[in-house]
């Protein structure tokens, strides 16, 4: 039999080999059921959904809305999340805290996470009037009196806040480029400081009639720039994701790529080769995104721009917004700082935003950043009988 | 020495050669061993964790208004080799705001979603079609 010693002295089934068996039998076993019983960890998920659903709400187009700095504001209705998975030891916890930034500071770059230099109204009168004397990048801003320039200045900060175009640097520097700040510029289809197309007009609250539209556009400095800010950012909106310049004069600029603020400046100017009334080519409208980015550096140089390491220089707007478990807020800052990341510990994500808001008090258009702290401890649960 | 010879001299003693037997009945052994493996770790309760948390993921990602169509032809093949109804493999439960995918008779893992939406979910053919509304 198999169990009996063959001829050779050994046995083939021996009681060892019932135990190696159900040795490898247990160890699978128990393999199997670590594996079933293992949470698939969504935590950060969660985490990261619920920031981006309470950013979604709070904000329009990169503005505060309204509704949220009043203190009566509730975050669970607007935002529709249900009140009730955010009482007692709840496992979720949320925290927004609206900071208004240092006047010296203009923005905050989440990629290199740090502060961003001026460019309020004050640098944009500094570098305006340092134009009137000097060429930046081969262009001066020919406004011819104080108070003309701070105008354009204030007019410059308006549209770009409004427009959700982040450096009001960038839009003068355009102007630049396209008037020298000299209001009645006209080039025989564009007008004014943004040198606006005619073919705007009906758009953008301008009348039909090219006659009278030309006359606004170049009686009415706020709303050229206005509108100069409105196509800037279309063409961001449109063109931020990259398009080749194959429609340039020529052959090397048909190669370039552009893409962010660089092929919303593109799209401004055009993506094609224009040409002059006897028919040339006007060549150097393909150098034109190049010069209004130098100009545009140079002119961060002017304003005295750079990068800052004070990111705590704030200050709040309003008191913070908080819901769920108030003992994660902790927890967070002790897994942030000892890094430690233990199934106890909450899963925490942070999320900041430069967002603008509108000052009844001073009734201005602010510069603010919100700051979202989330944190999810929301396993779910494996339940043996259900009804 | 031929197959033959082998199978007649073994014949002989009586017996298949018991080495074979020995190894056959080792590859049965951890065929089956094999076999549970793979069928627990691609059961049911894996599937019903899985499924629950993506569908609440995807309600608190989901806007009002929205529909989305999940592909549950898996659970639905799991839960009838467990004899369970199609229907009652997933239970959205708007008060609690909780998901609860069962795919056999023995209990089934529930997830939570903090959206406050009124959702409501049928299904279509394999599919279940779930409609985040107001």
């Known amino acids: 039999m198999l169990f009996d010693e063959k001829k050779g002295g050994e046995k083939v089934f021996s009681i060892w080999w019932f135990f190696i068996i159900g040795l490898v039998a247990v160890v699978i076993a128990i393999g199997v059921y670590v594996y079933a019983s293992a949470e698939a960890d969504a935590r950060a998920v969660e985490a ?28 669970f209705e607007e935002c529709g999340i249900n009140k009730g998975l955010f009482e007692g030891e709840s496992d979720f916890y949320f ?12 923005g905050y770059s989440s990629k290199d996470n740090k502060w961003l230099e001026i460019t309020g109204i004050a640098s944009l009168k500094k570098v305006i009037n340092y134009a009137r004397e000097n060429s930046i990048r081969e262009r001066k801003c020919s406004c011819n009196s104080d108070e003309k320039c701070n105008s354009y200045a204030e007019y410059i900060f308006k549209a770009a806040a409004e427009n959700g175009i982040p ?32 073919i705007h007009c009906g758009n953008f609250g301008l009348p039909t009639d090219r006659e009278k539209c030309m006359q606004e556009l170049i009686e009415n400095p706020e709303k050229n ?13 449109k063109y931020k994701n990259g398009r080749k310049f194959s429609g340039a004069c020529t052959d090397e600029y048909k190669e370039r790529f552009y893409s962010g603020w660089d092929a919303a400046v593109r799209g401004y100017n055009g993506w094609g080769c224009g040409e002059d009334s006897n028919g040339n080519k006007i060549v150097k409208q393909d150098f034109y995104v190049e010069e209004v980015m130098e ?11 750079g990068i800052s390491e004070s990111p705590e220089a704030v200050s709040k707007i309003r008191g913070d917004v908080k819901g769920g478990n108030l003992l994660f807020e902790k927890e967070c800052m002790i897994a942030e700082s000892d890094s430690i990341r233990t199934d106890s510990f909450p899963k925490c994500t ?23 702290l989330i944190a999810s401890n929301n396993y779910g649960k494996r339940v043996s009988v259900l009804k | 020495m031929s197959f033959k010879e082998f199978y007649r001299r073994k014949k002989s003693e ?34 019903e964790q899985a499924y629950s948390k993506q569908i609440a993921l995807m309600i608190d990602n989901a806007q009002p208004g929205m529909q989305i169509i999940f ?19 997933i239970e959205i439960d708007n008060e609690k705001k909780e998901v609860v995918v069962r795919m056999s008779g023995k209990g089934g893992y529930i997830s939570r979603f903090f959206s406050d939406y009124d959702v409501k979910y049928y299904f279509s053919k394999n599919n279940l079609v779930i409609f985040i509304g107001q």
Request: hydrophobic share 45%; proline share 3%; aromatic share 6%.
């Open chain 1, 167 to 198: 450096d009001p640097l960038l839009l003068l520097s355009i102007m630049m480029q396209e008037s020298g700040c000299i209001e009645t510029a006209f080039s025989g289809s564009s007008t004014g400081l943004m040198q606006i197309n005619l």
């Open chain 2, 14 to 47: 009586g017996l298949v050669h018991p080495t074979v037997i020995f190894v056959l009945l080792n590859l049965i052994v951890f065929s089956i061993l094999g076999g549970f493996a793979a069928h627990a770790s691609s059961g049911a309760a894996v599937y």
């Open chain 1, 295 to 305: 100009r545009h550096q140079k002119m961060k140089e002017v304003a005295g721009g």
């Open chain 1, 350 to 372: 942070m999320k900041r935003e430069p967002v603008l808001y509108y000052d009844s008090g001073s009734k201005e258009v602010k510069r603010a950043i919100i700051e979202i």
């Open chain 1, 48 to 75: 990261d959904i619920l920031g981006d659903k309470i950013k979604e709400c709070i904000l329009d187009s990169g503005f505060l809305k309204k509704d949220v700095l009043n203190e009566g504001f509730d975050v």
């Open chain 1, 95 to 106: 925290r927004i805290s609206f900071l208004q930034e240092n006047p010296s500071l203009t």
């Open chain 1, 225 to 237: 720039i206005a509108i100069g800010a409105k196509i800037l950012k279309k063409s961001y909106d």
């Open chain 2, 71 to 89: 592909n549950f032809e898996k659970p639905i093949a799991i839960a009838e080799e467990n004899n369970l109804k199609k229907e009652r493999i």
